[in-house]
């Protein structure tokens, strides 16, 4: 039976596609991406899927916290982006920590986030990528929540302009962290590289337009330890 179907910028389609959708019930991967017709109703549809793991609703502006709020229904979820759903606020995170099995959430440039959204995803136990990149309101506070993941691997702080040394040092803390984005965060220093370069599992720190970085940078990511191969 039917388990992924991509609607990818198909802008013409309703929420009554998604009302079909829901009679697949080995579906697992949906996306939306740019149907911006949708609505809150379109997820409580595809919830529906028993099977479901895999959906993105990025770009579909009609959206609101109630979308997560049905997702959160769905046992099997994994993987969730609401990017640019400018419409949502800390209770779409605080309704998705409620999945189980929850691994990655994409909330770029849903503007409305604070640090509390990071909060609410800290207690999803089997997280491990999260994108929080033009989340202006985010702070160091989002980092140390973060921290807390034991499982977190991936996190994108894409022009998250307040955040500081201490959310690299905050991160440096998740025993399997491997990649972070700190694109265009100006008040980091060659400090953040310093606490990265501790990270056991390190593979791909972005550094771009931080501008107060210098070559002590480099040398302390020279520093990461080798990975064994496995």
């Given at each position: 039976?039917?388990?992924?179907?991509?609607?990818?910028?198909?802008s013409r389609l309703t929420d009554v596609a998604a009302e079909h959708l829901s009679q697949c019930r080995q579906l697992q991967t949906v996306n939306f991406e740019d149907c911006w017709k949708l609505t809150d109703v379109a997820a409580q549809h595809v919830a529906l899927c028993p099977e479901l793991q895999t959906v993105y609703f990025s770009r579909c502006l009609n959206l609101t916290d109630v979308a997560a709020q049905h997702l959160a229904q769905c046992a099997q979820l994994r993987t969730v982006s609401f990017s640019c759903c400018g419409n949502l606020t800390d209770l779409a995170p605080e309704?998705?920590?409620?999945c189980p099995q929850l691994q990655s959430v994409d909330f770029s440039d849903c503007d409305k986030l604070t640090d509390a959204a990071a909060q609410h995803l800290?207690?999803?136990g089997q997280l491990r990528t999260v994108s929080f990149r033009c989340c202006g309101n985010l702070t160091d506070l989002a980092a140390e929540y973060l921290g807390q993941c034991p499982h977190l691997q991936t996190v994108d702080f894409d022009f998250c302009s307040n955040?500081?040394?201490a959310a690299a040092q905050h991160l440096a803390q998740c025993p399997q962290f491997q990649t972070v984005n700190f694109y265009a965060c100006p008040n980091l220093t060659d400090l953040a590289a310093q606490y990265l370069a501790q990270c056991p599992q390190i593979r791909d720190v972005r550094f771009a337009r931080c501008l107060k970085l210098t070559d002590a940078a480099?040398?302390?990511l020279a520093l990461c330890p080798e990975r064994s191969e496995e």
């Open positions: 039976q039917l388990q992924t179907v991509n609607f990818f910028n198909c309704y998705l920590a409620k800290a207690q999803c955040l500081t040394d480099a040398e302390h």
